[in-house]
């Protein structure tokens, strides 16, 4: 997949492109039957398969108080997207002088004039431009004036659920985790860096790798059953997140207790598969009860971990269709 972050460095795809526009933050399901579209019907013409996304996110710039949390970072979005059998990922940065872009200089200026697009594939819901000024009806008024096809996908859903970042959002804050993999079509997951702690997990018997993150959206504080992945291997863990109040902590922590691993974590990458929520965190009136609460965790992770297979993005996603030569 090629990615473009400006639009001078763009080299118009000699086969024309089939576009899909949007911030596609989580790229769940229903993100990826739209992608999935705009793949079928690129092969068909021999054209790219290409995606437009914004960063930041639009809210973040024309109304910072109601910008959501993002789902993914900005590398695990490209990875996602990656991983979806696109050829061309255009990431245009969302700033004052692209908000002030009529919806019809974006269409006869990008999608027409960079791009040279023959289809476009959008959601339901979808509007662009200033004021979302290029809704459905704009959108098939311009398909006809400038010689492309257009898409319009009817909300995806399973059963009466519509597929939506807000309910993945709605879901992670609720402690849900287990909930999202029928959105996500995978398991919610974080990568992080080991750093040093305190040293009260080793202390009390149960050593723990301390976790930072930059993933902006996390569950709610608690504790959970994980797999974590480090270096080529996956392992059953227990992980806390919250302030630890046991203890009299102020700050949010991830703390990572691995089952079966001896060793030293400090400085490693690792990455947690978000399977079950075990409980609330809450402070024990002593350590020793703390440890029993923990011995228990520890039992009912391997109990649900035993029998859960985790879902992750490599697996889900597939690239069924082959890419036209030359396209990657």
């Known amino acids: 997949m090629k990615i473009v972050r400006r639009l001078s460095r763009l080299i118009t795809p000699p086969g024309g492109t089939v576009v899909t526009i949007g911030n596609f933050d989580g790229v769940h399901l229903g993100h990826r039957e739209i992608f999935r579209r705009v793949v079928s019907v690129a092969r068909s013409l021999q054209s790219a398969a290409a995606v437009i996304t914004f960063e930041p996110h639009p809210l973040r710039l024309l109304s910072p108080d109601?910008?959501?949390?993002?789902?993914?970072?900005?590398?695990e979005k490209v990875r996602l997207i990656r991983a979806s059998c696109i050829d061309l990922l255009v990431i245009l940065p969302f700033n004052r002088r692209l908000a002030a872009l009529s919806a019809a200089d974006f269409v006869s200026a990008i999608l027409v004039?960079?791009?040279a697009v023959r289809h476009l594939v959008i959601g339901y819901d979808y509007a662009f431009g200033r004021n979302r000024e290029g809704d459905a009806t704009f959108l098939a008024a311009?398909?006809?004036?400038?010689g492309f096809t257009l898409d319009i996908l009817e909300p995806l859903r399973a059963g009466?659920?519509?597929?939506?970042?807000t309910r993945i959002r709605q879901a992670l804050l609720q402690g849900d985790v287990a909930g999202v993999v029928g959105v996500l079509g995978r398991h919610f997951t974080l990568d992080g860096l080991v750093i040093s702690g305190a040293g009260r997990g080793r202390q009390i018997g149960?050593?723990?790798a301390n976790l930072v993150t930059t993933k902006e959206l996390l569950p709610l504080p608690g504790v959970y059953a994980v797999r974590v992945r480090y270096g080529r291997r996956m392992y059953d863990a227990v992980v806390n997140l919250g302030r630890r109040p046991t203890f009299a902590g102020?700050?949010?922590t991830l703390e990572i207790h691995l089952l079966d691993f001896a060793g030293d974590l400090y400085g490693a990458r690792l990455r947690l598969y978000f399977v079950a929520?075990?409980?609330?965190?809450?402070?024990?009136?002593?350590?020793?009860?703390?440890?029993?609460?923990i011995g228990a965790d520890i039992d009912?992770?391997?109990?649900?971990?035993?029998?859960?297979?985790?879902?992750v993005y490599k697996e889900t996603f597939d690239c069924a269709l082959a890419a036209p030569p030359g396209s990657r």
């Open 300 to 311: 009912r992770a391997r109990a649900i971990l035993a029998k859960t297979r985790v879902l």
């Open 277 to 293: 929520r075990l409980r609330d965190e809450r402070r024990f009136p002593s350590v020793v009860d703390l440890q029993r609460a």
């Open 160 to 165: 009466d659920e519509v597929y939506s970042s």
């Open 142 to 146: 311009a398909a006809a004036r400038h």
């Open 250 to 252: 102020e700050e949010n």
């Open 66 to 75: 109601r910008a959501p949390p993002r789902i993914n970072t900005p590398a």
């Open 206 to 208: 149960f050593p723990t």
């Open 113 to 115: 004039g960079k791009l």
